[in-house]
């Protein structure tokens, strides 16, 4: 009689590697919902890849982006391929790992407002 040879493991995929490409300045939200979407996929097991390489951007994009990564159950990786400014290095300050290239830029800066009206009312505005 024949021998048979039984298989006694088995190979089940339980991580992805998921890579997220932000080279584009971050102007509204609905052009990064995919992005967004595939933070919010991704489980615990899984690594997501974001790679820097803009001016920065919108601040409401920016807290999305935030708040997102804060609620993933993802380890995330930040690396800054190039030009790293404003908006977008808060995005890397949120990671769970970083890595810079060796001719990267960097930057960061307080707010800036883009508020109008009779001078007083600027002033208010910006003391408060």
């Known amino acids: 009689m024949e021998q048979v040879n039984f298989i006694r493991t088995q190979i089940d995929v339980i991580a992805n590697k998921y890579t997220i490409r932000l080279d584009r300045p971050l102007t509204t939200s609905d052009h990064f919902q995919e992005e967004l979407a595939t933070l919010r996929m991704a489980g615990a097991n899984d690594v997501v890849h974001i790679l820097l390489n803009g001016p920065g951007g ?65 002033r208010q505005y910006v003391e408060f």
Request: hydrophobic share 40%.
């Open 58 to 122: 919108s601040d409401s994009v920016m807290k999305a982006f935030l708040n997102t990564m804060a609620q993933s159950e993802a380890h995330i990786i930040t690396e800054i391929e190039g030009q790293c400014c404003s908006a977008l290095t808060m995005i890397f300050l949120a990671g769970n790992e970083f890595r810079v290239s060796d001719d990267s830029e960097f930057m960061i800066h307080t707010a800036s407002f883009g508020y109008g009206g009779k001078e007083n009312n600027v």
